[in-house]
C-alpha cells in the first residue's frame, strides 16, 4: 500500500483519533492530491475532524492558495464556506475574485462565509458584494455583511440599513 493510499484510508476509515492525528501530521503538505483530502475533511460528519482540517490547511506554510481557491467550487457547501475562511485567514488576497462570486452561493452559509471573508481581507474591490449582501434574506449574511462593511472601513454602506433584529441593531449604533 502506497503512503497516499494509507493516508486515504485512514482519513476514510480510522477512528476519530487516527484522523485527527493523520491531519495533524499533514499540515506541512504540498502535494495537491493530499491538500484535496485534506480540503475533503472540512465535509466531515464530525466537527472535530472539521477542525483539524480547517486547522492543517490555515497552518500549513506552503503556497497552497492556489488549490484552495480551485477547491472553491466543491459540491458541498461546507467545503466552499469553511475554505473561503481559511483563505481570508491565510491572506490570500489572490482569492478575492473567487470569493466575491461565493457571495451569490445557493447556501446562506456560504454566503455568510464568503462576505466574512472579504471583510476580513479588507476587500475594497468588494463593496458592491457587500452593498448587495447587506439586502439578503438571511439575517446571518447581512450580519455578516455589515460587519464586514465596518471592517472594510465603509460605514457608508450602512446608512440606509434598518433592522428590526438587537444584534444588527447594536452593530449599526457601534458605527455611528
Known amino acids: 500500500m502506497s503512503s497516499f493510499e494509507r493516508i486515504c484510508k485512514i482519513l476514510r476509515e480510522g477512528t476519530k483519533d487516527e484522523k485527527k492525528k493523520m491531519l495533524e501530521s499533514l499540515s506541512q503538505t504540498d502535494d495537491p492530491k493530499i491538500i484535496d483530502?485534506?480540503?475533503?475533511r472540512l465535509d466531515d460528519a464530525d466537527i472535530e475532524i472539521r477542525g483539524e482540517a480547517f486547522s492543517a490547511l490555515l497552518l500549513?506554510?506552503?503556497?497552497?492558495?492556489?488549490?484552495?481557491?480551485?477547491?472553491?467550487?466543491?459540491q458541498s457547501k461546507n467545503v466552499r464556506g469553511y475554505l473561503a475562511l481559511v483563505l481570508a485567514n491565510r491572506n490570500s488576497h489572490e482569492a478575492i475574485p473567487s470569493i466575491i462570486a461565493l457571495a451569490d452561493d445557493q447556501s446562506a452559509m456560504v454566503r455568510s462565509c464568503a462576505v466574512g471573508a472579504l471583510g476580513h481581507l479588507k476587500a475594497r474591490q468588494a463593496v458592491q458584494t457587500i452593498a448587495k449582501c447587506l439586502a439578503d434574506p438571511n439575517i446571518e449574511v447581512r450580519k455578516s455583511a455589515i460587519k464586514s462593511a465596518i471592517d472594510i472601513g465603509s460605514p457608508d454602506l450602512l446608512e440606509s440599513v434598518e433592522s428590526e433584529d438587537p444584534e444588527i441593531r447594536q452593530m449599526l449604533e457601534s458605527v455611528k
Open 37 to 40: 483530502k485534506i480540503v475533503s
Open 60 to 74: 500549513n506554510s506552503n503556497e497552497i492558495s492556489d488549490i484552495l481557491v480551485k477547491s472553491l467550487g466543491h
